[in-house]
């Protein structure tokens, strides 16, 4: 237990669905974490929200919207979704973005589009 | 282009003996860097870290060791443990950048 949840752990959904990934912590860190993890392929960041602000988005395809209502608790909402989106999400939280400080991981959603 | 690289995706170390796993990474900005564990369907956990003005930094029986001018660095784990048998990822930060790079990892295996 890292003091990191992520819901669900599982989810499959078609192209056309929406859905949300929802991550919370309550470990009092200000930063959070968006990181996917394909097959074969490194853990890649797509976004970091630092004190509710979003600081970093890596060039991640409009389909994928984050939101940070607070500093305990980020979202990523899923709409059109493609079979190669297909992977392990894990979100993660640190005490503060910019300092070397280490994070702590989620469980993980696995996301199947079919 | 891959910023930090683990060229083993596995290692085989029996019981008992070192396991030395290694990173490399290509860019000079980095002056932090990470070892995380992930074991089969949890997150990766933090296992040990470095700071560039370190070479050597050790924590019961895991030693990292950074080695600057090679952009190399190497986790030690003496002696292994078959709870040792997961996946290592290494990853490095930019001071004053956010987020983690993470290499692909390695699977470490601890036969008995």
């Known amino acids: 237990e890292t003091g990191v949840t992520q819901t669900p752990r599982h989810l499959v959904m078609g192209m056309t669905n929406k859905k949300s990934l929802k991550c919370e912590q309550h470990?009092?860190?200000?930063?959070m974490y968006w990181y996917k993890q394909s097959a074969k392929k490194p853990l890649e960041l797509m976004f970091v929200?630092?004190?509710?602000?979003?600081?970093e988005n890596n060039s991640v395809p409009s389909r994928f919207s984050p939101e940070c209502p607070n500093s305990s608790h980020l979202f990523l909402h899923l709409h059109t979704l493609q079979p190669e989106d297909s992977a392990l999400y894990l979100c993660?939280?640190?005490?503060?973005?910019?300092?070397?400080?280490?994070?702590?991981f989620g469980q993980g959603t696995r996301l199947t589009v079919v | 282009d891959q910023q930090v690289k683990q060229n083993s995706p596995s290692l085989s170390v029996q019981e008992g003996r070192i396991s030395i796993l290694n990173c490399d990474y290509t860019?000079?900005?980095?002056?932090?860097f990470l070892w995380y564990k992930k074991y089969p369907a949890e997150g990766p956990t933090f296992l040990i870290s470095?700071?560039?003005?370190?070479d050597k930094n050790e924590d019961g029986r895991f030693t990292v060791f950074l080695n600057k001018s090679a952009k190399h660095l190497s986790l030690h784990i003496v002696p292994s443990q078959p709870g040792d048998s997961a996946v290592y990822f290494c990853?490095?930060?930019?001071?004053?950048?956010?987020?983690?790079?993470f290499g692909k990892g390695t699977h470490l295996i601890i036969q008995p």
């Open positions: 993660a939280s640190s005490q503060d973005g910019p300092v070397n400080t280490e994070a702590f």
């Open positions: 470990l009092g860190h200000n930063a």
């Open positions: 929200y630092n004190f509710k602000e979003q600081t």
């Open positions: 860019n000079s900005m980095f002056d932090y």
């Open positions: 470095i700071s560039s003005i370190k």
């Open positions: 990853a490095a930060s930019v001071r004053g950048a956010d987020g983690l790079t």
